[in-house]
Nanobody
Framework: QLQASGGGLVQAGGSLRLSCATSGRSFSSYSMGWFRQVVGKEREFVATISWRGGVTAYTDSVKGRFTISRDNPKNTVYLQMDSLKPDDTAVYYC????????????????????WGQGTQVTVSS
């Protein structure tokens, strides 16, 4: 129901745009988020967006470099990643939280109800 894509190999300083396409149900009223995980480490929060798109939140290490957005008519959420660093290398996952709230921006893994498969992002130095 959540399909992440857009990962790949990029040099440091480059950009990638991840997409998360939703299907099977309408996620337009869900808050959506992106997480990432490196092998051997816990999955960490990256960014989240409220269901109307008016409120966003980011982990400190990506603020000013990453932008989360959504296109509800297209049932798609995006993560624009600019000025990429080798430390951004990870498998990126999108997730959906069905808790209602116009200003709700969950940031904990346990808040999210649906998860997509990951997409690998590798940033070379």
């Amino acid at each position: 129901q959540l399909q992440a894509s857009g990962g790949g190999l990029v040099q440091a300083g480059g950009s990638l745009r991840l997409s998360c396409a939703t299907s099977g149900r309408s996620f337009s009223s869900y808050s959506m988020g992106w997480f990432r995980q490196v092998v051997g480490k816990e999955r960490e929060f990256v960014a989240t967006i409220s269901w109307r798109g008016g409120v966003t939140a980011y982990t400190d290490s990506v603020k000013g470099r990453f932008t989360i957005s959504r296109d509800n008519p297209k049932n798609t959420v995006y993560l624009q990643m600019d000025s990429l660093k080798p430390d951004d290398t990870a498998v990126y996952y999108c997730a959906a939280d069905n808790t209602q709230g116009v200003y709700y921006v969950p940031q904990s893994q346990g808040d999210f109800d649906y998860w997509g498969q990951g997409t690998q992002v590798t940033v070379s130095s």
